[in-house]
């Protein structure tokens, strides 16, 4: 959809101009936009967890029930040690969620699908720039 949708919302950028994407989610627009961008989202842990993922830092590659649902609860009581913290929220939330849905139940294998590692591969290997 992407090569649909970029340039109507490119149109008329100037070169330097800066791209802002109002709703980054998984960055599957801005990851294609070259120049000056800045991608936001209201879900602070997602935006922590890319943060995070820039700065270098490596999330777990496996993440059991019992930790997801202790991030879970951390999470929905407001129990955040720092940007960092919030940051492993966004990822277990995410990667370790059916369908990669924000703490929407936990999923670590389905249908022969690992999320977890479906999500190291995109975000994490070296030949894939973050945004």
Known sequence: MSKYILPIILKGRKPGQWYVEPFCGGCNLIDKVDGPRMANDINR??????????????????ISKD???????????GKFIDDRFLGLIGWVGFTASY???????????SNGRNYQRDAQKKYIEPSRKVV
Request: aromatic letters at 20%; zero cysteines.
């Open 99 to 109: 369908n990669g849905k924000f703490f929407n139940g936990y999923v670590n294998e």
């Open 45 to 62: 842990p997602l935006i922590e967890m890319f943060k995070a993922l820039q700065s270098g830092w490596r999330f777990p590659d496996e």
């Open 67 to 77: 930790q997801y649902m202790t991030l879970k609860e951390a999470y929905e009581e």
